[in-house]
């Protein structure tokens, strides 16, 4: 009985040693396991910021930063396309780069990659519209086998199109509005000169004009511009009563009244010599009588 008990005690006892180092060496495999994470993480990332916006005609440049573990050494660099809309044909590997060297291998006479050190870069020239678009990736190999891959998206930067002002009547404010060019700069004139804070507030965005001036009136013109020139609309008020406008009103009112005092006159002295020759033509005759 007692020595059932002892054994118990010491079954136990063992079991409770046996689960501490249990636990304990399970925390040392996982640190284990998180340090050769640590140690073999591969990873790769474009430094470009997607969506990247090409103009027709120049040259994409999209730069990829890789980073491996100190043990680990990169055996491959692709890079693909394919297209954003699923329509358009695919188009599949633009260069791979093989090797220690490096020397990386187009598949077009006007693409051109290269690897460095930590960076992968390739370069499109002549930029064409519909088939340079889409979804580009990089996927970096190492020679144990694992990959990493980036990808960003790539479109044609487009020209401003179709901008038009509208009024808000209830909240006093005009909005400009443009349809697709990319990165749109929105700035504000009126009467050609840049809006001053007796006209009105831009907002933030430039979208809205605020306007404070009252009545409203003259032209108000949005100007939207990007890298490609710029395009604008008008809207376009009641004429504004300006001081210098005033000014020519009291001058034409003034030459109209001196007119028409003038041809009063001018009546009133062609009475008087019409009456003047009458008398003297009843005199004429009676002259010859004498
Ligand atoms: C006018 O502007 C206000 C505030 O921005 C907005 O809530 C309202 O819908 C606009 N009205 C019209 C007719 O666009």
């Keep these: 009985m ?12 063992t079991a409770g040693v046996m689960g501490r180092q249990c636990f ?31 103009v027709p005609g120049s040259t994409l440049l999209l730069r990829a930063r890789i980073q491996q573990g100190p043990l680990e050494e990169v055996s491959m660099v692709t890079w693909e396309q394919e297209p954003e809309i699923t329509e358009a044909a695919p188009t599949g590997v633009l260069a791979s780069c093989p090797g220690k060297s490096f020397t990386c291998s187009g598949s077009r006479p006007n693409v051109l990659a290269s690897v460095e050190q930590q960076e992968a870069t390739l370069q499109v020239s002549g930029y064409k ?14 020679r144990a086998g694992t990959t990493a891959t ?7 930067y487009e020209a401003v199109h179709h901008v038009s002002v509208s009024i808000n009547v209830s909240h006093s404010s005009l909005v400009c509005g443009e349809a697709w060019g990319t990165d749109p700069h929105f700035s504000w004139l009126h009467e050609r000169a840049p809006v001053s804070t007796a006209v009105g507030k831009v907002s933030k965005d430039g979208i809205t004009l605020l306007v404070t001036m009252s009545p409203i009136c003259g032209h108000f013109t949005c ?11 008008t809207y376009t008020a009641d004429p ?11 001058v034409v009112v003034c ?5 028409m005092i003038g041809a009063v006159l001018a009546f009133l002295l062609w009475r008087r010599r019409r009456q003047n020759q009458r008398a003297e033509s009843l005199r004429e005759p009676l002259d010859g009588y004498i």
């Excluded at 470009?48 to 090409?54: D, F, K, L, R, W």
């Excluded at 519209?129 to 190492?142: I, L, Q, S, W």
């Excluded at 980036?150 to 044609?156: D, F, K, L, P, T």
């Excluded at 100007?223 to 609309?233: E, T």
Aim: charged letters at 20%.
């Design 255 to 259: 030459l109209v009244l001196l007119l």
């Design 240 to 250: 504004c009563e300006t001081e210098g406008s005033r000014g020519t009103t009291a």
């Design 2 to 13: 007692l020595t059932s008990k002892k054994n118990r005690l010491q079954e136990l006892f």
């Design 129 to 142: 519209r519909v088939a340079d678009g889409g979804v580009y990736t990089v996927t970096v190999t190492e």
């Design 223 to 233: 100007v939207v511009s990007n890298k490609l020139g710029y395009s604008s609309a």
């Design 24 to 54: 304990s060496c399970c925390r040392v495999v996982l640190l284990l396991l998180l340090m050769s994470r640590e140690v073999h993480s591969l990873s790769v990332h474009i430094v470009n910021e997607s969506p990247v916006h090409v």
């Design 150 to 156: 980036a990808y960003c998206v790539v479109r044609e």
